[in-house]
């Protein structure tokens, strides 16, 4: 199974920046990801890592190390419209075995 | 044309109650799933279904019977529910092929028992 922790909550200033960590223990790693989940609505996809190193797209950018289970979201210049919760997802087994773990989200609040 | 669709929306049922939530995905996904999010916010897998075919089934009492008439449809049955079933349900999807795809969520079903 999988350990998945992220902390439970930040608080960060309009046009800062945030670093989310999550750290996981899987038993067969195939993918991490990054949701973002607004109060009452569904998660939506933000960003998917599988090799080592930094995937950046636009203000979001997501780091992962297989070697130390360990992901990091970065959210840039950020807007009020960020405000929400982060939930980090490891992916374990493949095409039709496929199970989607979550951690219990990490709930940012920015600040004018 | 919405891509994940989930009926209700919300749901509110007395206890010992049978109530389903249907779901239906339009993207030609193949692998469809039951997730469960409790007040604490965490979202935990029930069941996934790929290809109207049972894959994963995490311990979840059979008070729940998952249904799969077509690979669009996931639909979820709960039997004598019971307050601890009070969350929102939600349901994704997914292609199968392709490592790096993501699961398509729908706005989830808030069931309240009472």
């Known amino acids: 199974g999988q350990n998945i922790d992220q902390p439970t909550e930040m608080t960060a200033t309009e046009g800062a920046i945030v670093q989310i960590n999550c750290t996981y223990q899987?038993?067969?790693?195939?993918?991490l990801f990054w949701y973002q989940q607004h109060a009452g609505e569904a998660p939506t996809f933000l960003s998917y890592?599988?090799?080592?190193g930094l995937e950046e797209k636009g203000r979001f950018s997501s780091f992962l190390s297989r070697s130390k289970g360990y992901s990091y979201l970065l959210l840039k210049e950020l807007q009020m419209k960020d405000s929400a919760s982060y939930l980090c997802a490891v992916r374990d087994g493949g095409g039709g075995d496929y199970k989607l773990s979550f951690g219990a989200g990490t709930t940012v609040t920015v600040r004018a | 044309d919405t891509a994940v669709s989930q009926t209700p929306k919300y749901l509110v049922t007395q206890m010992g109650n049978d109530k389903s939530i249907k779901c239906e995905q339009n993207l030609g996904h193949d692998t469809m799933y039951w997730y469960k999010q409790d007040s604490k916010k965490f979202l935990k897998i029930m069941f996934s279904y790929n290809n109207k075919e049972l894959i994963i089934n995490e311990t979840v009492p059979n008070r729940f019977s998952p249904k799969s008439p077509d690979k669009a449809h996931l639909n979820l049955h709960i039997n004598s529910l019971e307050l601890g079933d009070s969350a929102v349900y939600f349901c994704?999807?997914?292609?199968?092929?392709?490592?790096?795809?993501?699961?398509?969520f729908g706005q989830g079903t808030r069931l309240t028992v009472v």
């Open positions: 994704a999807s997914r292609p199968i092929t392709g490592r790096n795809t993501e699961a398509f």
């Open positions: 899987t038993s067969g790693f195939n993918g």
């Open positions: 890592n599988v090799l080592d």
